[in-house]
């Protein structure tokens, strides 16, 4: 029985495979047959390198002709760019073609019928096109494919269409014809300059004399790449703004063909160019050519309206097309003026990581000792302050032996790089200073030289700034030997930026911060003229002072001002039994004493003594202090100075005035 079954399935499916295999293959290769043949045309669309379309409408006709990837109009335009868009949409419908239906020409004399009865004798509408086969050696003419499209359909829905070979009449749906009926405003690209800024090499500006600027008709302006930036090669060696030359690329890249004369223009923007703009880019180059401008009819503007921008005949590089082109005011002005408004405006190309050290000096002062910054690369062994530290202020030509060593305010010293670092040119004065300029300029001795020595430099860059007899200031960027000839008007604030005064350079932090262990356990605040003490306590193991005291906010800002002590601004010259504040010259007067506990080994507790004199409170802010060890004065920070008040006359203060009862 199951023998039985297994049989019957066998023959079963072999039966239903040869079913498959003889009759089903045959359906689905009839209905691709179908299909095929409602395609008018084949596989000579699939490479179309030209196509030409011949219409009776005005202004209907136009050829067009692929070289590479790019298509080009050869009429009514001579090679000019085609719209990529409207190009696929018309390959496409080509390529899509169907018809609804087809018969024989040589069955119309049946029905008493020629090509005329559908407008195929004198067709609207003729495509011609070319395809590329790879099958036909280089340089062989190509068979041309030749469509005739004539008269709409009774329901005017569908197209009669000729065949290829002549044979047969399609009818076909509009598209096709609609897709062959753009506009040429539609069909052609009104892109003008297509190199980008990513892949931009150089711009090149040419005036026309009597264009230009005044002292610049003529003028060939060209700015090249060099790596990441971008340099003037002509007519200056300079660098250039990277930020304004990018903003200009996408501005000409904006740039669209607003209108085709077709009154012939003589001369032509090409011969007779009044500005020649080129860009270069990764192996291409493009060059815009502007001819004279456009008179445009007056037209009544709005009250307040500006001028509207003006508009230039023009040309593009080995293209007859002319065309108009409407170029902003602003982008006109900064290529005329390129060699100014695209020039970087910032003096030095610095990067302030990278300064290791800096000199200030003053030659127009020459007994006025200069200015040594130098940044630390190692810090200094067994002096952890060093670490924290990255400047030291070199003194040198003092009576001591050798240079002396400061700390340096990282904080001023980093101002002063910023400054630098944004330091811009109000005005390019010139590239070629005469003699006469220089002296006149204040470079025969400068106001100040700032010599910067960068990481990786074999020499350093020297900045050089004058002053004129109005007090303006002039900077010129060079080496020690070759100081440079480009001249810039910067701000005049700079040099009060750039103290020769070694205390305007020096770390504000007088002392060494105290460890968190160390503790202060004694203060005492005395009047060297009364000889008597203001202020005494000591403290216990947990800061607070042993005695009460009427000002404990006073006494808290003073200990914590005391382990670390600021000065606001340093005084001139060492330490002096004296000292001249406020017009004259006046003893110390006070006396401020610490007692400081430092942590020590097998539990011993070191004390130290930090003797500090004070002056009278020089009205509402400013006070002065000096420390003998150090051989330093300075005047204090606001809190400690308020703090020091409150000790010293704190007491005696009758306070507030009590409020008055009507």
Do not use: C
Not at 77 to 86: E, F, Q, V, Y
Not at 215 to 230: K, L
Not at 419 to 431: G, I, N, R, V
């Amino acid at each position: 029985m199951r023998t039985k079954v297994t049989l019957v399935l066998i023959f079963l499916n072999v039966a239903l495979f040869f079913f498959i295999f003889k009759f089903e293959r045959n359906w689905r290769t009839e209905a691709a047959s179908r299909e095929a043949r409602r395609r008018v045309l084949g596989p000579e669309t699939a490479n179309i390198r030209s196509l030409e379309v011949n219409s009776t409408a005005t202004a209907g006709s136009f050829g067009l002709e692929r070289e590479r990837e790019t298509w080009f109009l050869t009429k009514p335009l001579d090679r000019w760019p085609a719209n990529s868009l409207a190009v696929s949409g018309i390959l496409h419908g080509l390529q899509l073609l169907e018809h609804e239906t087809s018969f024989a020409v040589a069955d119309l004399s049946k029905n008493n019928q020629t090509l005329a009865d559908f407008g195929l004798d004198k067709p609207k509408l003729t495509v011609a096109f070319t395809s590329g086969d790879p099958a036909i050696p280089a340089g062989t003419a190509r068979p041309q494919t030749k469509l005739r499209i004539g008269d709409s359909t009774p329901d005017g829905k569908r197209l009669y269409l000729l065949s290829p070979d002549g044979t047969r009449i399609h009818i076909v749906n509009r598209s096709l014809a609609d897709s062959l009926s753009v506009p040429l405003e539609q069909l052609r690209s009104d892109a003008l300059l297509a190199v980008r800024v990513f892949e931009a090499r150089s711009l090149s500006v040419q005036l026309a004399p009597g264009v230009a600027e005044a002292g610049a008709s003529g003028v060939r302006v060209r700015i090249g790449r060099d790596g990441n930036r971008w340099m003037f090669a002509a007519p200056i060696t300079a660098r250039a703004s990277r930020t304004a030359l990018e903003l200009v690329i996408n501005e000409l890249n904006a740039l669209r063909a607003k209108s085709f004369p077709t009154a012939p223009i003589s001369p032509t923007p090409s011969v007779s160019p009044t500005m020649r703009i080129a860009l270069e880019g990764n192996n291409r180059l493009e060059t815009l050519f502007l001819g004279e401008p456009v008179a445009a009819p007056p037209a009544p503007r709005a009250p307040g309206a500006g001028a509207p921008p003006p508009e230039f005949y023009a040309q593009l590089e080995g293209r007859r097309a002319v065309f108009t082109v409407v170029v902003p005011a602003s982008l006109l002005n900064i290529l005329r003026t390129a060699q100014d408004s695209l020039r970087e405006k910032k003096v030095l190309d610095l990067d302030p990581a990278g300064v290791t050290a800096i000199a200030i000096s003053s030659p127009v002062q020459p007994n006025q000792p200069p200015i040594e910054l130098k940044r630390l690369v190692e810090a200094t062994a067994g002096s952890p302050r060093d670490t924290t530290r990255d400047w030291q202020i070199v003194r040198r030509g003092e009576t001591a032996p050798g240079p002396r060593i400061l700390p340096a305010d990282p904080t001023a010293v980093q101002r002063l790089l910023t400054q630098l670092t944004a330091l811009s040119a109000e005005k390019f004065k010139s590239d070629a200073p005469t003699s006469a300029d220089l002296e006149e300029w204040g470079f025969n001795r400068p106001a100040r030289e700032i010599g910067l020595t960068l990481t990786g430099a074999a020499t350093p860059v020297v900045l050089r700034l004058g002053t004129d007899s109005s007090r303006n200031v002039y900077a010129r960027v060079g080496t020690p030997s070759d100081p440079g000839t480009s001249i810039f008007q910067v701000a005049k604030e700079i040099l009060e930026d750039l103290a020769l005064a070694p205390t305007a350079w020096r770390d504000r932090n007088v002392t060494e911060a105290l460890p968190a262990a160390a503790r202060i356990i004694a203060l005492k605040l005395a009047d060297l003229e009364t000889k008597q003490v203001v202020y005494e306590t000591s403290f216990n193991p947990a800061g607070e002072p042993a005695t009460p005291t009427a000002q404990p906010k006073a006494v808290a800002t003073v200990v914590a001002a005391v382990r670390a002590l600021r000065a606001r601004e340093y005084v001139a010259g060492g330490f002096t039994s004296q000292i001249n504040a406020a017009g004259e010259s006046r003893p110390w007067r006070f006396q401020l004493e610490v007692t400081i506990s430092l942590p020590g080994s097998a539990g011993a507790e070191p004390t130290s003594r930090l003797a500090l004199l004070l002056t009278e409170r020089l009205g509402g802010s400013q006070q002065y202090a000096g420390l003998k060890e150090l051989d330093t004065v300075f005047s204090l920070e606001q809190p400690l100075v308020d703090a020091l008040w409150a000790l010293t006359y704190g007491p005696r203060d009758p306070g507030p005035l009590p409020d008055r009862k009507d």
